[in-house]
């Protein structure tokens, strides 16, 4: 495996010059670095009531509008922790992880229970799914035998989302991965690059960790799709999705961060494990060049240019992108070795702008979302603080052990045949007399209470 010289940090000056504010950062300093980095992931926690009573394990309050936030959401938020965690060597919250990650598996173990079903889209279950690869690959604690194992649940992700069912037959966006997962779902015509990327990241990374080569061959036939829909362009520009009626031609060409930069992570995953060939050298390099020219065009800074020009044009996710986007580019370093000199410059001159604005919240050190401004911008959030804290550890990381494989000390046990072979939207029962005898007493009490409220309301 291709794996980074440690003596590479200090020569090509990773850690440039102090940036003073609220967390008080020392960029010479890993140390420094370290503690910041603690501060921010302890205040990101606070959104988060997982753990207490009344409260569902795993996931953030939520989704709206009895919360800011989607499902999908917590799965990556565990796997902003599960990068903290073996960048910093922080264990801390171990059990903590364990526990939400476990909860979320679902009756079939494939991270898709039933009571998201209306929301549940390829790329939400792919997001629960990285959080396993990268409890596999960072040799994370292994659940009991008698639980779903980290490798078998992004294997069954994987599987299901392999099978026909979840895709297109025929015409021009034939083999295409739907956005969403159930024909009832707003979406489900749409063919979008994040759930095909998440697709293609998943393969590449069971290609490498398992050595299966199935995974890699599955993952180069998506990326051959969205060259071939024009998703992924000749400069390098990735373009959010298309609508199958339109036979995936009317291209929504809005750019955002973390499709690119999850392209970019499943092509240094398949670099390294193909051991350097030259085609995927050669999409990581192009990749990261779009990456830098379209997300990082204000003065190296992190921006999203298809969203953020226009106060709260950006919705909860679209919030937390560049969080995603900075992790995604050191691990691709620690991959690919050549992306160091193109990506740390500029990794390290947005984290200084990240850091520089976290000066909001009552204890002074909240990070905002607007990065290019100097200065804290009022927004508050899990997301904001995502952002930050991926931005701080991407700074260590290209210098951290490099992702296990079964062969290299991975402990993770895997199932191949894991994940259901159909997506079977839940039904019920036959509705009964009884059944309807009880509808009709139910509707007589609320039109009753409803007469009552209205009555009441009239009095005054």
Not at 70 to 98: E, N, P, S
Not at 197 to 208: D, K, S
Not at 359 to 377: E, I, Q, V
């Amino acid at each position: 495996m291709v794996r980074l010289p440690a003596t590479a940090l200090a020569a090509c000056g990773l850690l440039a010059r102090r940036v003073l504010g609220a967390l008080e950062v020392n960029l010479d300093d890993q140390e420094s670095i370290k503690a910041a980095a603690a501060l921010v992931a302890e205040d990101m926690l606070t959104f988060y009531h997982g753990d207490e009573p009344g409260w569902v394990p795993g996931i953030l309050p939520g989704p709206p509008p009895d919360g800011d936030y989607y499902w999908w959401q917590g799965g990556a938020m565990w796997g902003a922790l599960l990068d903290y965690r073996h960048t910093m060597g922080v264990k801390k919250y171990d059990d903590l992880i364990k526990t939400a990650m476990l909860f979320q598996v679902g009756d079939d173990k494939d991270y898709m229970p039933a009571n998201w079903s209306a929301s549940m889209g390829n790329d939400d279950q792919a997001f629960w799914a990285f959080s396993g690869l990268l409890a596999a690959e960072t040799g994370f604690t292994d659940p009991p035998k008698e639980e779903p194992q980290w490798l078998a649940l992004a294997q069954a992700v994987f599987n299901e989302q392999t099978h026909i069912d979840r895709r297109v037959e025929g015409g021009n966006c034939d083999w295409g991965l739907r956005w969403q997962v159930y024909r009832t779902n707003n979406g489900f015509d749409y063919i979008n690059t994040i759930a095909n990327a998440c697709y293609f990241n998943m393969g590449a990374r069971l290609r490498r960790y398992t050595g299966n080569e199935t995974y890699g061959d599955l993952a180069e036939k998506t990326w051959d799709l969205l060259t071939r829909l024009n998703y992924i362009n000749d400069e390098y520009d990735v373009y959010d999705g298309a609508h199958i009626p339109d036979d995936c031609k009317s291209i929504n060409k809005a750019q955002f961060s973390y499709n690119a930069a999850m392209l970019l992570q499943g092509a240094a995953f398949m670099y390294n494990a193909t051991e350097g060939n030259k085609t995927w050298e050669d999409r990581a390099k192009g990749m990261a060049n779009g990456i830098k020219r379209v997300f990082f065009a204000q003065k190296g800074v992190a921006y999203e240019p298809s969203c953020e020009p226009s106060m709260g044009g950006c919705n909860t996710d679209m919030k937390m992108y560049r969080g995603f986007m900075h992790r995604w580019m050191a691990n691709s370093i620690q991959l690919a070795p050549f992306l160091y000199d193109m990506l740390m410059p500029t990794l390290k001159t947005s984290a200084a702008a990240g850091v520089k604005q976290c000066t909001g919240g009552d204890n002074g050190r909240m990070c905002g979302f607007h990065w290019t401004s100097g200065k804290y911008d009022g927004d508050m959030s899990v997301s904001l603080q995502m952002n930050v804290l991926g931005a701080l550890t991407a700074l260590i990381m290209p210098g951290a052990e490099p992702p296990l494989t079964n062969m290299t000390g991975g402990t993770s046990q895997g199932d191949p045949n894991a994940g259901r072979e159909d997506t079977p939207l839940k039904t019920f029962p036959p509705i009964t007399t009884g059944d309807k005898a009880g509808a009709s007493i139910l509707t007589i009490l609320i039109i009753t209470g409803a007469l009552s409220a209205f009555a009441w309301m009239s009095l005054d």
